[in-house]
């Protein structure tokens, strides 16, 4: 059974960082795309980082580039998502994903088929 936890939200002024964790079991980890979508109360649920299963290649939304990073540790079946320069328009539930998907979907949520029950960042300014 796959299983993803997520972990590392919290309230943080703005300007400050956070570093997400997503660790995955019951499955094998390396064979899977992940990513990190997030959704604002009464906002739909949006893109912010993916990374292909071998590291290689990482995507990130507009507004994540330049203050997210994400990245993976296969041997340990982690991923993370390094935010600096939060700003109050992060402050959303953040959802780590596992998928497979080819370049044109990987910033869909249609595109993963297992998700983890999001962890809350609270950006205030």
């Known amino acids: 059974q796959v299983q993803l936890v997520e972990s590392g939200g919290g309230l943080v002024q703005a300007g400050g960082s956070l570093k997400l964790s997503c660790a995955a079991s019951?499955?094998?980890?390396?064979?899977?795309?992940m990513a990190w979508f997030r959704q604002a109360p009464g906002k739909e649920r949006e893109f912010v980082a993916a990374?292909?299963?071998?590291?290689?290649?990482?995507y990130y939304t507009n507004s994540a580039k330049g203050r997210f990073t994400i990245s993976r540790d296969n041997a340990r079946m982690t991923v993370s998502l390094q935010m600096n320069s939060l700003k109050p328009e992060d402050t959303a539930k953040y959802f780590c994903?596992?998928?497979?998907?080819?370049?044109?979907?990987?910033?869909?949520?249609?595109?993963?088929?297992?998700w983890g029950q999001g962890t809350q960042v609270t950006v205030s300014s």
């Open positions: 994903a596992a998928g497979t998907a080819i370049t044109s979907t990987i910033t869909k949520s249609t595109a993963y088929s297992s």
């Open positions: 019951g499955w094998n980890f390396r064979n899977y795309d």
């Open positions: 990374i292909r299963r071998n590291g290689g290649t990482s």
